[in-house]
């Protein structure tokens, strides 16, 4: 009998009891629907009960609905077969048959752990755990591991090499895919720890951090969905590339309730994807910037009156440029400026009643007198312009023209030509998000337009100001402060956040429990105690439990051990993985004139992509991107379903079959986490690297 019969058998086997699960699986999604169908029906009977008893059942079936139609690609994905005889069969949700009985154990279930855990040392009972390969509802092939060799009844059949190697072999694609067959023990750990204080999943490129973070996402929401999904789940990672490389994971996984946002997206109405050059990404993201805010957030309005005079009966009443200041002063001690709006109109007519000498006005008095100057457009229009209402943008707008004067002494010449140069761009950059995000904290909101205040001049809104409006309207915050927070925070790449990247997510997180991932040899801030310092804020004190993940699953060992020379000149003792496959394929690195870097770039490029079935990725340093887009414009369009031209910092968290690495000394040269850069750019590839530059400084220094 040949192998590829007895696996043929097995096949079979398997797909009679897959069938058996699906039947079960349409009867359930049956009856969800037929819910929906009633739930919509009870609507019309009239009465008010009626239609919260229908809104929440037709909630809830087609939620249901919506899990069961998210579980049914490749539903059942494992098999345990126990020393005790008994058969568990696992699957992205649970599902039980017509008595109640198991028929499929949701693979975050606690009886699913073992297909997680068990191992050839420690087979914990269980003597062959199965993977089942499948394609929607079809078995199309079998990996097993026999645990327990002893102990196997003599017909028991096991076919394959292992599921974890075969599925770290395929092709990748544009995304990346949920790994709920072949979780690692000791990424299985990380997935179920339980939701307190941080989590901090650390280890080298490749090991599964991104992956096993989202699966953690999915297990927390399985423990406790009220909890979290009613308070939200923030995942957060580096870029919106990177975003829509994991944006399938979650609801492969049945889990839609997730909100992702790259660190530019974080703040609702803003959508930046933009980096700012090193020294002014690296001022921006620095708590240096703090205090500058502060002062900025409180500064006059540029073009501010500086005076107000009125007359009013027999006075002249007057506000000079001193007694305003006192009044600004007192206003903000109080309240942030924002909030202060609604006390302006009084405080001002206070200052101004206190004038008051003359026989006819003291007659009419004080009640008289605030009629009269509130309602007169003169004095409106003073306090419009002297105390406008600010959206945290417009702060952000006035910055060039602030940080000379209010810097204070926080940033050098050089960082603050870099910040003018930045922020001489209408469009905020990535780095610009924290800073908006705090301006929106320290001006505070305005008081709700609801807020039926007589004193509140809003009502009274001039031609200026709504023009003013509808500049800002773009960039407007659509969410309240209040609103900002969540359960869960959850930050891939967490190397790379700056200080002010820490505060903006802190705000977000002050009760929420955190899952933070990260490698340091392949941080891109500059400055990681000040880092260190934010998080430690950020994190209030809570309690931290640490996962480090050590296998490599996605270089070959050949393109990692290069990688790994690169990290040990980029940081003092990196964490390396251990990466598990030999393909035999060399990187290859070509040292080439300036005259044809282009071309070799093309032709290197070209043959990556006749070598592998997946994605290939050009990397270059950011001063080469927009140049080499228009020489290499005929191959990206010719490839553009599976080429791509990125700068190193794009390339976070990412993976390619092939990547072709235009100018490495470009790339450790770019700023001082250079040779950082470089050792993330090395680690994207599955399969092929090439290296092509016009110099190679860099190769000497590892060799
Ligand atoms: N248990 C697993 N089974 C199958 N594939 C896996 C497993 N763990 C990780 N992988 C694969 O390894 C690759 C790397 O995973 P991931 O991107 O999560 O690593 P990472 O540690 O976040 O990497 P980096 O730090 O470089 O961003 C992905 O293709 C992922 O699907």
């Known amino acids: 009998m040949s192998g590829d019969n007895a696996e043929q058998r097995e096949i079979e086997a398997e797909q009679s009891y897959v069938d058996t699960v699906y039947e079960r699986l349409d009867a359930s999604a049956k009856v969800a ?8 029906a009870r609507g019309h009977v009239g ?28 539903l059942v994905f494992g098999r345990l077969n126990m020393l005790n005889g008994e058969s568990r069969y696992i699957g992205r949700i649970g599902v039980r048959d017509a008595d109640r009985e198991i028929l499929l154990i949701d693979w975050r279930a606690p009886a699913a752990a073992l297909f997680y855990q068990a191992t050839a040392q420690e087979p914990a ?3 062959r755990r199965r993977v089942l390969r499948c394609s929607n509802d079809q078995v199309i092939g079998i990996e097993d591991d026999l645990l327990d060799g002893d102990n196997a009844p003599d017909d028991m059949v096991v076919i394959g090499e292992g599921a974890l190697l075969a599925s770290l072999t395929r092709a990748r694609d544009s995304s990346m895919h949920s790994v709920v067959a072949t979780i690692q023990k000791e990424q299985d750990e990380a997935i179920r720890a339980p939701a307190r204080g941080a989590t901090t999943i650390g280890g080298g490129p490749g090991t599964g951090k991104t992956v096993v973070a989202l699966h953690r996402a999915a297990y927390l929401l399985y423990t406790d969905r009220r909890r979290f999904e009613s308070g939200g789940v923030l995942v957060v990672g580096p870029s919106s590339v990177f975003m829509s490389y994991i944006e399938r994971v979650l609801p492969s996984l049945g889990e839609t309730s997730v909100t992702l946002r790259s660190l530019g997206e974080v703040v609702d109405g803003l959508r930046a994807a933009r980096h700012d050059d090193p020294v002014a990404a690296a001022a921006k993201g620095s708590s240096r910037m703090v205090k500058f805010l502060a002062r900025a957030a409180a500064a006059p309005s540029p073009g501010a009156p500086s005076s107000f005079r009125y007359f009013y009966k027999d006075d002249v009443l007057r506000l000079d440029a001193q007694q305003l ?14 909030r202060a709006y609604a006390k302006v109109p009084s405080a001002l007519v206070d200052a101004l009643w206190r004038q008051v000498r003359g026989e006819r006005a003291l007659e009419k008095g004080q009640e008289g007198f605030v ?58 950059s990535i780095q610009d998000v924290p800073l908006i995000d705090e301006l929106r904290y320290v001006i505070g909101e305005l008081p709700d337009s609801g807020d039926d205040d007589d004193d509140n001049p809003k009502q009274l809104m001039s031609f200026e100001r709504r023009e003013r409006e509808e500049r800002v309207d773009r960039f407007r915050s659509t969410q309240s402060i209040e609103d900002d927070s969540f359960a869960h925070v959850l930050v891939d790449e ?5 200080p002010m990247q820490w505060r903006m997510l802190g705000r977000r997180g002050r009760h929420a429990s955190w899952t933070i991932v990260g490698d340091q040899a392949q941080s891109s801030w500059p400055y990681p105690q000040e880092a260190a310092a934010a998080r430690r804020s950020a994190l209030e004190g809570k309690p931290e439990h640490a996962f480090r993940l050590s296998t490599n699953y996605r270089n070959s060992a050949e393109i990692y051990d290069l990688a790994a020379k690169v990290a040990a000149v980029a940081v003092p003792d990196p964490d390396l993985a251990e990466a598990v496959r030999r393909t035999g394929e060399s990187p290859q690195h070509h040292t080439v004139a300036e005259s044809e870097l282009a071309d070799t770039v093309r032709r290197s490029a070209e043959e990556i992509l006749g070598r592998v079935e997946g994605t290939v990725a050009i990397v270059t340093p950011r001063a080469r991107l927009e140049p080499l887009r228009a020489e290499l414009a005929d191959v990206l369009s010719r490839h553009a379903d599976r080429l791509r031209l990125l700068d ?15 100018e490495p000394d470009g790339i450790t040269d770019e700023s001082s986490a250079g040779w950082r850069t470089l050792y993330v750019v090395l680690t994207r590839a599955t399969q092929l690297l090439t290296t092509v530059g016009t110099t190679d400084r860099w190769s000497s220094r590892i060799a």
Do not use: C
Request: charge should be negative.
């Open 33 to 40: 629907r037929s819910l929906v169908v009633e739930g919509m």
């Open 47 to 74: 009465n008010e009960g009626g239609l919260v008893e229908r809104d929440a059942m037709v909630y809830q079936a087609s939620k249901r609905l919506s899990a069961l139609n998210a579980a049914h690609d490749g």
């Open 125 to 127: 009972g269980v003597i």
């Open 325 to 338: 200041e006192r009044i600004r002063r007192q206003l903000l001690a109080g309240s942030k400026r924002n």
């Open 371 to 428: 009629e009269t100057i509130t309602t007169d457009d003169r004095f409106v229009d003073f306090v419009e312009q002297w105390w406008p209402p600010v959206e945290p943008i417009e702060v952000w707008r006035m910055l060039p023209d602030l940080i000379d004067q209010l810097a204070q002494g926080a940033f050098n010449a050089k960082e603050i030509a870099a910040l003018k140069e930045s922020w001489a761009s209408e469009e905020p």
């Open 494 to 498: 967490a190397q790379d956040l700056s």
């Open 648 to 662: 190193g910092l794009d390339t976070k968290g990412l993976e390619f079959d092939g990547v072709v690495v235009v």
